[in-house]
């Protein structure tokens, strides 16, 4: 009895030996960057030249920004994974891409993204953030100068042609001015132009999406002549009333390029 003890135990152990452990390989990440194209219309946005809306109004640009926040890609697998729900980016004519964050390796199907603040950060005063951050003190201005007005969403000034042609010199000074917690406004864009495809993030890599924000979206319904007073669109104005359709066309504003 004691060999056949001694013959199970052996046979036990060496059984043992032979097994393998399974090892779970390491989750790799990978630097998403994001590059914006801003365009009015088909063409590229541009500061301090005339140019034309697909309607054939003429614009002269001197500044067109937004913040940009909340940025949040879906997986294949239906997991969203958060880049930051409080962290903003300043997007500029001509800016250049920028590192949004760092997402597990794998497949992505969509980008999730907000144009504004969220209410609590919107209540903040630009002078207590870092100089040289997205939420400190801008030139031009994009906040409207007290915590209970908050920051400016979007911020597009220029000279436009408001006569009934548009298409002459731009000379009347125009502003737009989007703000308020209700004019936040999230838009999500797939990835992939084919639903099948997915974007693949490469982990330990720089992988970058890239966007066109098309600024015709915004401005394409705006009657001049029917503003009150000057050509300025803020939520403190006699304008504010179209602040809600400008923020209601963000959605349509972005695309996968």
């Not at 452990?21 to 219309?41: A, D, E, F, R």
Request: hydrophobic residues 35%; charged residues 5%; neutral net charge.
């Amino acid at each position: 009895m004691i060999l056949r003890g001694t013959c199970a135990i052996v046979f036990l152990s060496a059984f043992l030996s032979c097994s393998k452990t399974v090892t779970t390989p390491p989750v790799t990440y990978g630097n998403v960057y994001l590059q914006i194209q801003n365009n009015l219309g088909s063409g590229l946005l541009d500061t301090g030249i005339v140019l034309a809306d697909p309607s054939g109004r003429n614009y002269k640009f001197s500044s067109a920004r937004y913040y940009i926040g909340g940025i949040t890609l879906k997986g294949e697998n239906g997991t969203n994974v958060s880049l930051g729900s409080t962290t903003y980016f300043l997007e500029n004519v001509g800016s250049s891409a920028f590192l949004a964050g760092s997402v597990p390796s794998g497949n992505y199907i969509s980008i999730t993204f907000s144009i504004g603040i969220d209410p609590v950060t919107n209540q903040t005063n630009p002078s207590t953030y870092t100089a040289g951050t997205a939420l400190a003190p801008q030139n031009p201005a994009m906040w409207f100068g007290s915590t209970t007005k908050g920051y400016m969403y979007l911020n597009v000034q220029g000279l436009v042609d408001t006569t009934g042609t548009g298409n002459g010199t731009p000379t009347v000074p125009f502003t737009i001015q989007l703000g308020q917690s209700q004019n936040v406004r999230t838009t999500s864009i797939n990835l992939n132009s084919n639903p099948s495809d997915y974007f693949y993030i490469y982990g330990s890599q720089n992988n970058t999406i890239n966007l066109i924000a098309d600024y015709n979206a915004i401005l394409k319904n705006i009657k001049y002549s029917a503003l009150s007073g000057s050509c300025t669109i803020t939520p403190f104005n006699a304008n504010a009333g179209l602040e809600s359709t400008i923020a209601g066309n963000i959605s349509s504003m972005f695309s996968l390029q």
